[in-house]
């Protein structure tokens, strides 16, 4: 089913033109555990898309379904629950990267820096927009 979104298995992954190892290498990343949209498939390789809308193939192996996100748009607290009324733990910076544990229609649990907290789903990217799981 497509999109979805999976995570980055290894520190470097390149990313090539196309579905093969016969395809030139058009940017690496070197971000383990970085969210990412796999849009389609062709055997063995993914094409996916990261936040910033980039595109390009890469080899299953190197590909996690551990479901990871990224803070987007401003510093971004993480609560003790799914309500701004509860406690804040910490403020996370845009671009942090944090693991996806469950998500409800509007919250999801997030795990930044060893620490389990709720977010606004809206200050994520990482997840559909009308997706749930716990």
């Known amino acids: 089913e497509f999109p979805r979104y999976a995570s980055l298995r290894a520190e470097k992954v ?19 555990g970085m969210p990412i949209e796999i849009t389609t498939e062709f055997e063995s390789w993914r094409k996916i ?4 809308g980039s595109e390009g193939w890469v080899h299953q192996n190197l590909i996690s379904s551990t479901r990871m996100a990224l803070v987007i748009g401003a510093v971004r607290p993480l609560h003790d629950g799914s309500s701004t009324t ?11 990267q944090g693991e996806l ?8 649990k997030v795990r930044i820096a060893g620490r389990a907290g709720w977010m606004q789903r ?6 559909n927009a009308e997706e749930t799981f716990e």
């Not at 033109?17 to 940017?27: D, E, K, T």
């Not at 804040?88 to 671009?95: N, R």
């Not at 809206?122 to 997840?127: A, C, K, N």
Request: proline share 8%; with cysteine.
């Open 101 to 108: 544990v469950a998500c409800n229609k509007s919250w999801c």
């Open 86 to 96: 509860t406690p804040v733990l910490l403020f996370a910076e845009p671009g942090v």
């Open 122 to 127: 809206e200050y994520l990217w990482g997840v």
């Open 49 to 52: 898309r990261d936040r910033d």
């Open 14 to 32: 390149n990313v090539r033109s196309g579905p093969g190892f016969r395809y030139p290498i058009v940017w690496v990343f070197i971000r383990k």
